[in-house]
Nanobody, 124 residues
Framework: QVQLVESGGGLVQAGGSLTLSCAASGRTFSSYAMAWFRRAPGKEREFVASVLGNGGTLYADSVKGRFTISRDNAKNSVNLLMNSLKPEDTAVYYC??????????????????WGQGTQVTVSS
């Protein structure tokens, strides 16, 4: 069983920055594919970014160049640095874990474990 706990959400003005953190349990965390998804009001959950067990990273086109995902295997954590935030980034952000690096990392069903979510609100 893997438990994920997100933190770092909040209210920020457009153009500002936030860093989200996800603390994970699990003895083999370093091998997990980790990801951030988000769900805006009235919309489907969408992929934001992932960092794989081999350290590779993937980003949604909408956040590429603005967001940076990173992991700290010594601390069993993954962070999402969000710069140049826009009102359309407003959403609940979820951390997710895939123990097996199953592939198709853009798809929510790939991930077995999810955090409870943290709200990010960007004001214009």
């Amino acid at each position: 069983q893997v438990q994920l706990v997100e933190s770092g959400g909040g209210l920020v003005q457009a153009g500002g920055s936030l860093t989200l953190s996800c603390a994970a349990s699990g003895r083999t965390f370093s091998s997990y594919a980790m990801a951030w998804f988000r769900r805006a009001p009235g919309k489907e959950r969408e992929f934001v970014a992932s960092v794989l067990g081999n350290g590779g990273t993937l980003y949604a086109d909408s956040v590429k160049g603005r967001f940076t995902i990173s992991r700290d295997n010594a601390k069993n954590s993954v962070n999402l640095l969000m710069n140049s935030l826009k009102p359309e980034d407003t959403a609940v952000y979820y951390c997710a874990a895939d123990r097996h690096n199953s592939g198709n990392y853009y798809r929510p069903l790939t991930y077995e474990y999810w955090g409870q979510g943290t709200q990010v609100t960007v004001s214009s």
